[in-house]
Structures are given as structure tokens and as C-alpha cells.
């Protein structure tokens, strides 16, 4: 049962938090303005996955996304008859949401195709981001800088807005099949000492600034990193160095890339612990179609919770659909947080479910409430308020069974929200004081 009036108390001294927000992909305000804009933008992620998983076949979504040809009507219609399977998802409604509020335009259809765009077109502007900010809650947001629009030196984009992003460290280095895995480094990688020598250069240079180290790997191999003896890695390193594999197509085995790709996790999970650095993982579902699930279940990771105790990890998308496991992987580990980012979008009714089960097992200052986990502006605002709304109706049943006061409720949401995020990452050192807010 609902319980609306204490639903409406508990969101509204929500609405006043300023939210951390622990995981953004937002191009530079740079890129947003100088883009071409459409309503293709918003099935750049994520609504374009269900659209595609209701039927609509993946070549219409790359029209709707580059086309140029097309006007927004058409490409409206290309999607049109998928969308109305899809709206009701926590995709759809959070790009319903975004448009209401931010463009005052009620529900995507055929007619509202061309004012969507340009309403969106007009919107981009600089200082933008920072409205949208302030209207969704967010005072600052961990940003994992896309490369989408490379080169960008590898691991760390040299400038960014402070006043809007923590940057996190990228980890390029274990796409070991990339042609171009040994350049960018600002020196030749002859061994796998350089290589190393390398990547400790930027945890030194970066990490006092870096809200994290993002691990993606979970996309193209299982999350299980065996500890490797660097007498097993040195000479499968050297001499597949030394065979110039990216050049003349003497590929590595998948055996071997993984083998290296587990010694390198460890070493920067050394790193991590050498330099204070949280160490943040993608678990549970990957974006877009046909993954494997099964390679990204937080539990493959507890070999690493238990060799680096002095390392925080924030285990991101709440390991869903393993989000049991990871409520007993928290309750176990000191060094375990769970992160909501993503996760109010790809299910509101697990989340809830999740939440509520979380806040009955877990100590509740390693539970980090929002992430909005967008490559585009609206998708932030539109999630940040399906967080709040759902964070809100998750207390308000606590406070209605009796298990916490609404006083109660309300100093949880905010911890949710901003405080566990501000301790877990060490924001206080990190971000300036009138952005992180009081
Ligand atoms: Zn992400």
C-alpha cells in the first residue's frame, strides 16, 4: 500500500539535499553545445536497448541516431511502433519525465516530435548543465569521461569543470586489443615494466583528484581476477610485446589477454590502496543487447574484496539481477558499498525491493542512493527524480510499518543521497568546498 502525505514530507526534504551524484557519462559542456541535437539524442543509450529488445530492428535505431536526411517526424516514425511497449519501462518514463519538466512537453509522440527538437536545440547552451543540476538536486556528479570522442590522453582528460565533475581514472590499458594500446603514454612501452611504470605515472599525477578508478572489464570478460605471479605474466607480456601483436595480427589468445588483464587489476588495485583510491566495478546488467550476465556478478569479485582490505569498492548497478549477493557480499566486507547508479531506471520495482531489503541487512552508510549514469543531460534529470521519488516511497514504508521515524526516514535519504558518498570517496579533499556545498 501506498502511503502518499508521508510519501510527499520524506520527498520534499529530499528535494533540498544536494545530491552527490556518483556516476555520470555527460559529454564536456564544450561537446554538448557544439553538437547537432535531435530527439534521436535521447536513444543515444538505453531506450534504444528496449526498443530494440521489443523488436525494432537496430538498423532503424542507427537512422535515428545519424541520419541527417531525416526530419524528426520521420524519425519519430521509425520508432513509433516499439515505443508504446517501451514507455512504461524505467527507460521510457525516464525520458518522459525529463521532457515534461525540462521542455514542458507531455509524453513523446509524432506531434511533439519537432518542438522536442527544438527544445533541445535550444538548450544547448554553456551553463545548461548547471541549471539542470540545480533543478534535479545535484550539486556535484563523479564523472567517467567518455572517450567517444578521443583522443584523449589515456586515463585522465587533462581539464574539466570542477564545478560540475570529480573525475574518475579510465582504465584503456586493459583493452589490450586496441591497435593503438601502447601510444598515448608520452613514452615507448618496450616491457612490461614500462607499461607498469606508466600507469603508476598517472595513479601518482591524478589520483589525489580522482573521485575513483572505474573497472568496465565486466562487459567483455567474467569479473573473476586470479593473482598472478609476475613470473607467469612478464614473459607472456614481452613476448607478445615483442611478436607486435596489434600490428601484424599474431593476436594474443583470450587465455592470455585475461591473464594480463588480471595481473594489471591487481596492480592498480595496489595503486588504489597505495594512493587512498576507491576502486569502482561494473556488476550486474551491461548496456545495449545480447551480453552475457553472467560474466558480471559482484560475487566473482570477492577474492578482492579479502586480498585489499584497505581498498573501498563501490560495486555499481547494485549488481542487479545479483543484488541478493551483493547485500551479503556488504554485509561481510567493511571494505563493500553498493551503488545505486543506474539502477532506478532499469527497474524501479527491484530497486525498491532492493533498497528496502538493503536498509534491513546493511549498515547503511555504505549504500550510495544515485547515479545517473547518462551520456545526455535529460536522462540525469529524469532519473535523478525517479531516485528521489523511489528512495521517498521505500522510507515512507519503513516509517509506516514502524520501523524508523519519519525524522528518521529523512536523515537516511539524505545520507543516501550525499553524505555516504562525500565519505566513502573522500570528497572533502577532493572538491571544492562552495561546489560540494555545505
Ligand atoms: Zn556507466
Known amino acids: 500500500m501506498r502511503h502518499i502525505p508521508l510519501e510527499r514530507d520524506i520527498l520534499q526534504a529530499l528535494n533540498a539535499v544536494r545530491i552527490i551524484d556518483t556516476h555520470e557519462h555527460l559529454d564536456t559542456e564544450e561537446e554538448f553545445c557544439s553538437s547537432h541535437v535531435d530527439l534521436g539524442r535521447l536513444f543515444v543509450h538505453y531506450a534504444n ?29 521509425l520508432i513509433a511502433p516499439y515505443w508504446d511497449y517501451i514507455r512504461d ?29 527544438e527544445c533541445m536545440a535550444a538548450a544547448r547552451y554553456p551553463g545548461y548543465y548547471r541549471e539542470v543540476f540545480d533543478r534535479a538536486g545535484i550539486g556535484v556528479a563523479l564523472w567517467n569521461r567518455l572517450e567517444r570522442y578521443g583522443p584523449i590522453p589515456r586515463m585522465w582528460t587533462p581539464t574539466y569543470d570542477r564545478s560540475l565533475f570529480v573525475q574518475d581514472i579510465l582504465t584503456p590499458f586493459l583493452e589490450l586489443r586496441d591497435p593503438q594500446w601502447s601510444e598515448g603514454w608520452g613514452r615507448p612501452i618496450l616491457c612490461l615494466d614500462d607499461y607498469l611504470g606508466a600507469i ?39 613476448r607478445l610485446l615483442n611478436a607486435g601483436w596489434e600490428r601484424n595480427g599474431a593476436m594474443p589468445t583470450m587465455q592470455e589477454l585475461r591473464a594480463i588483464q588480471d595481473y594489471l587489476v591487481h596492480f592498480c588495485l595496489q595503486q588504489c590502496a597505495r594512493y587512498d583510491l576507491v576502486a569502482k566495478f561494473h556488476t550486474g ?34 549488481s542487479y539481477p545479483y543484488h541478493d549477493e551483493l547485500a551479503a557480499l556488504a554485509k ?31 549498515p547503511v552508510n555504505k549504500i550510495h542512493g544515485f547515479g545517473g549514469d547518462f551520456i545526455f543531460i535529460e536522462g540525469t534529470y529524469g532519473h535523478a527524480v525517479m531516485a528521489k521519488e523511489n528512495i521517498a516511497r521505500v522510507l515512507a514504508d519503513k516509517v509506516a510499518d514502524g520501523e524508523m521515524t519519519c525524522d528518521r526516514a529523512i536523515q537516511v535519504g539524505t545520507w543516501l543521497l550525499r553524505d555516504n558518498a562525500i565519505n566513502w570517496f573522500g570528497l572533502r579533499d577532493k572538491v571544492p568546498a562552495e561546489v560540494l556545498g555545505a
Open 49 to 77: 536497448s528496449d526498443l530494440v529488445s521489443a523488436g525494432c530492428p537496430p538498423q532503424d535505431i542507427e537512422r535515428l541516431l545519424t541520419d541527417t536526411t531525416l526530419g524528426p517526424r520521420a524519425k519519430w516514425r
Open 200 to 238: 603508476e605515472e598517472r595513479f601518482a599525477a591524478h589520483a589525489g583528484q580522482a573521485s575513483a578508478i572505474k573497472f568496465g572489464v565486466a562487459y567483455s570478460r567474467p569479473l573473476r581476477f586470479e593473482d598472478r605471479a609476475r613470473a607467469e605474466i612478464e614473459p607472456l607480456f614481452n
Open 89 to 117: 519501462t524505467g527507460y521510457g518514463r525516464c525520458l518522459e519525465i525529463a521532457i515534461r519538466d525540462l521542455y514542458d512537453i507531455d509524453g513523446l509522440c509524432e506531434q511533439n516530435a519537432e518542438r522536442l527538437s
Open 332 to 362: 561481510n566486507f567493511a571494505n563493500v558499498a553498493i551503488d545505486f547508479c543506474w539502477m532506478w531506471i532499469i527497474s524501479p520495482a527491484a530497486g525498491r525491493r532492493a533498497l528496502s531489503d538493503y536498509l534491513d541487512a546493511v
Open 285 to 318: 546488467l551491461q548496456e545495449g543487447n545480447g551480453n552475457t550476465i553472467t560474466n558480471s556478478r559482484a560475487a566473482l569479485l570477492a577474492n578482492l574484496f579479502a586480498r585489499y582490505p584497505t581498498v573501498r569498492f563501490d560495486i555499481y548497478h547494485i
